[in-house]
């Protein structure tokens, strides 16, 4: 009966991801983030929805412990969770995370068919919210840490991009990488690469807004593909993600001009199963089965080193591609951070 309850809860959980989606989209944890208590018929005039939807839906998120009951009729959104579903400049926010995980179980039946066959599943296979909720669950770590700790623990990096450097940011998505970096050192110039063409289109579209689109640029394209000569090459969370992630790593080599360095950005985990069997281990080894694995088998040699390979495996990568120095230089519950150098 224990695991019966466990399964259960899980069912709780499956539903409330989508109902924290809803929140986000309609934006009803924001109309509440105020800390007040609220009505379900107030918050139904603030946020123009319907107030027998509203009622049930602050029922099920005070059931789940995202709001508390004030009263009788009451809902309050406590101060932790407004800045953890509401604030995206937080490292804490994970709202992105819901509108990700969401987005991968959608293929849930195209997945079944691919656990039969053996075949992989690109993420641009995926559904459309799949690139917005994983930049919004990524971005708020990089706010935080990339151009504060990440990159100054490096060895050497941070001069060189403060005097003028040229950079490359491999996998950038939605450009949210590329962006922050170009905002922190402006006497440097970036180069965002992804496979992905409508990603490509976002990110320059968001580059301009920011307005660093004068020193970067976006292309579409492998990693393979990347020509120039650059003092930083970085890879957030897709370096697992490649068919071929020894052929890479061997390609930006070459491409490291004398004394760059790589920036390995990799989900946290520990070497072996046992050290991940965790909560953040459970969220990553099923991202891992719906995204990353499935990316991996999509592509060329299809290593498919999973969200979970742990700093022994990249090590192997790293230095079995030509990198005599790999060194941890920080992390954080979500990240390990690495700096690779030839």
């Known amino acids: 009966m224990d695991f019966v309850f466990k399964a259960v809860g899980d069912f709780g959980a499956m539903l409330n991801g989508s109902l924290a989606v809803i929140g986000d989209k309609l934006g009803l944890y924001k109309a509440m983030a105020d800390g007040k208590p609220v009505t379900a018929a107030e918050l139904a005039a603030r946020t123009g929805t319907a107030e027998r939807y ?71 296979e995926h559904h459309e919210d799949l690139f917005e909720g994983c930049e919004r669950f990524f971005r708020p770590g990089y706010n935080a ?20 450097g040229r950079v490359a940011d491999i996998g950038c998505g939605l450009g949210a990488s590329t962006i922050i970096m170009a905002a922190a050192y402006p006497r440097s110039t970036f180069v965002g690469t992804d496979y992905h ?10 580059a301009a807004e920011a307005g660093v689109a004068n020193r970067t640029r976006f292309e579409t394209g492998p990693a393979k593909d990347l020509e120039g000569s650059y003092d930083l090459i970085c890879l957030f969370d897709c370096l697992h993600d490649m068919g071929d992630p020894a052929g890479v790593l061997t390609h930006l080599r070459s491409r490291l001009a004398h004394g760059g360095s790589l920036l390995i950005v990799e989900p946290f985990a520990g070497d072996s199963v046992r050290d991940n069997l965790n909560p953040v281990g459970a969220v990553y080894y099923g991202a891992s089965t719906f995204l990353c694995t499935p990316n991996s088998l999509s592509q060329e040699v299809g290593t498919a080193l999973g969200a979970q390979a742990g700093e022994r495996r990249l090590r192997e990568v790293a230095t079995g591609a030509g990198f005599s120095q790999f060194r941890r230089v920080a992390e954080t519950p979500f990240n390990l951070v690495f700096q690779a150098t030839p």
């Open 54 to 124: 509203i009622r049930e839906w602050l029922s099920a998120q005070a059931a789940a412990g995202y709001v508390e009951l004030s009263g009788d009729d009451r809902f309050v959104l406590p101060a932790e969770q407004a800045v953890a579903l509401t604030d995206e400049n937080s490292p804490a926010c994970v709202i992105g995370g819901f509108e990700l995980m969401l987005a991968a179980v959608r293929s849930t039946d195209r997945l079944a068919g691919a656990f039969r066959s053996g075949e992989g599943v690109g993420w641009h």
């Open 145 to 164: 840490y990339l151009a504060g700790s990440w990159i100054p623990a490096m060895d050497g990096v941070e001069a060189t991009l403060k005097a003028g």
């Open 197 to 206: 063409a409508g990603s490509v289109e976002t990110a320059r579209q968001r």
